[in-house]
């Protein structure tokens, strides 16, 4: 077989959009009875090919040429004609790398429904046309895929834009960035990553700096930075600009001048449409009736239904079957039986409920009122007071969100918000007696004994 026969066929065994977004600069350098050698236009495009699709490909010739041969992948130049010559989305240069990003972590790869249809066409949107909507704050609970769309933004500008300068990072990743640059007295490095050489900033979990002033001021400034640049901003956090408790008020208004928007938990038939997409990733073959029975039986957290279907592959290979229904519910009730005791040794729920139990009865013994009277009707300026200061300590201490507060207390959202920003302005004014009190409490959460460090 000549080389241009086994590259066509190749061609022909490949999916038309796996071809035409990667594939499309592939030659077959070498062609013996032994050896296949397969060359790539970068090196970008060889390491990301050989990683997603090195085993499909090396099967795929295994077969065309009806014989077992080493496969090998090799970077090759490309020429100007060629560049020219290609089409679709594949990258002409491999662009300056500033972050990594999960080549599984796509625009294509990401499951639409009605629960997060606006921001996954709003990270698409920031993608074509930076800067349109600056910033874009995503929103939503733990797994539902934000980390996801800041990837896939990530992933689409290197193919699509390789001249950007886009840059990944965590919250946490950006506090401990700033404090090595503070240690080694070199903060200059520091902004100079940040704010010079940027085009494109994705912050994941923005919600890990409440309480750290010191980082959300250089957050401020970075953003600032950026923003009179016209360089695109966008910020993934679990909770809403206004329940980002401690927060400096001007942060939080320049969260709000862009788009916000959230990502709810699947319903059952866009959590059928992900297993399904999900399965065909690691290629395991998901009929029916086990993607609508993992959807309908794992929760909404989309990471524990990964795991499961992670779990199916594995007793399939291990067994030599197809995941069938029997193997699926064995899955789901084990992790259902991890839950149940998680919940009766070491559960979180449960953990929470003490610590709040203790908070409300300190926060009751500190004002010197009874705990009944804090939920009471009553407006009495001490127990007012008092709600406020528990409010404010169920925020920032507890982490708790908003909504979850309001339903604690018996109070309404925006009485909630309220009595957590006059507590914050409060401190921030410098009031002795609020900040004395609140110190007290604390000291005493850390005195308790038989209490987790909260």
């Known amino acids: 077989m000549e080389k241009h026969e086994l590259i066509e066929k190749l ?32 090196l970008f495009i060889k390491e990301a090919v050989e990683k997603r699709f090195g085993s499909i490909i090396k099967e795929t010739i295994n077969n065309i040429l009806g014989k077992p041969v080493e496969v090998v992948f090799k970077e090759i ?19 300056l790398k500033l972050s990594e990003f999960n080549p599984e972590f796509t625009f294509d790869s990401f499951v639409t429904g009605n629960s997060n249809r606006i921001a996954y066409y709003s990270a698409l949107e920031v993608c074509k046309n930076p800067g349109k909507y600056n910033p874009l704050f995503i ?17 689409f500008l290197m193919e699509n834009a390789p001249d950007l300068k886009v840059k990944y990072v965590t919250a946490e990743d950006f506090m401990n960035q700033m404090m090595d640059g503070i240690r080694a007295s070199d903060m200059e490095n520091f902004r100079e990553r940040f704010r010079r050489n940027v085009d494109f900033l994705l912050i994941d979990d923005v919600q890990f700096l409440i309480g750290k002033n010191t980082v959300q001021s250089e957050l401020f400034h970075t953003f600032n930075s950026l923003f ?4 695109q901003i966008v910020i993934c956090s679990d909770r809403t600009p206004d329940e980002l408790a401690t927060f400096h008020p001007r942060l939080i208004s320049r969260f709000e001048m862009g788009l916000i928007t959230d990502i ?31 959807a309908e039986h794992v929760d909404t957290n989309l990471r524990k239904l990964r795991g499961a279907i992670m779990n199916l592959l594995l007793q399939s ?14 899955i789901v009730n084990s992790m259902m039986r991890m839950n149940a005791n998680k919940v009766r040794f070491q559960s979180p729920e449960v953990l929470e ?13 500190e004002f010197d009122i ?62 002795e007696m609020i900040k004395n009190k609140i110190n007290n409490i604390k000291n005493k959460l850390e005195d308790e004994k038989g209490i987790l460090t909260l």
């Not at 290979?317 to 064995?330: L, M, R, V, Y």
């Not at 409920?353 to 013994?365: C, E, F, G």
């Open 11 to 42: 061609r022909s065994n490949m999916s038309r959009d796996t071809w035409n977004n990667w594939l499309t600069t592939a030659q077959i350098l070498e062609l013996d009875n032994k050896k296949v050698v397969v060359g790539l236009g970068n």
């Open 264 to 294: 709810q938990a699947p319903d059952k038939a866009t959590k059928y449409l992900i297993a399904k997409k999900m399965a065909q990733m690691i290629s395991l073959q998901l009929t029916d009736d086990v993607a609508y029975y993992l």
């Open 139 to 155: 929103y939503g609970d733990v797994g539902l895929g934000k980390t996801h769309l800041l990837h896939a933004i990530g992933n």
């Open 317 to 330: 290979q291990i067994s030599g079957a197809p995941a069938n229904i029997e193997s699926a519910k064995t």
């Open 370 to 431: 009874n705990r009944k009277d804090i939920f009471s009707s009553s407006r009495k300026k001490e127990i007012a007071l008092a709600r406020q200061v528990l409010a404010y300590l169920f925020k920032t201490t507890m982490k708790l969100k908003t909504k979850d507060i309001s339903e604690k207390l018996d109070k309404n959202h925006s009485t909630i918000i309220h009595s957590i920003k006059k507590i914050e302005h409060s401190l921030l004014m410098g009031n």
């Open 353 to 365: 409920t003490v610590k709040i139990d203790t908070v409300i009865d300190l926060v009751a013994a």
């Open 77 to 95: 130049p490309i020429s100007k004609e060629q560049k020219n010559a290609v089409n679709g989305p594949i990258i002409k240069n491999r662009p």
């Open 228 to 231: 009179n640049s016209r360089k």
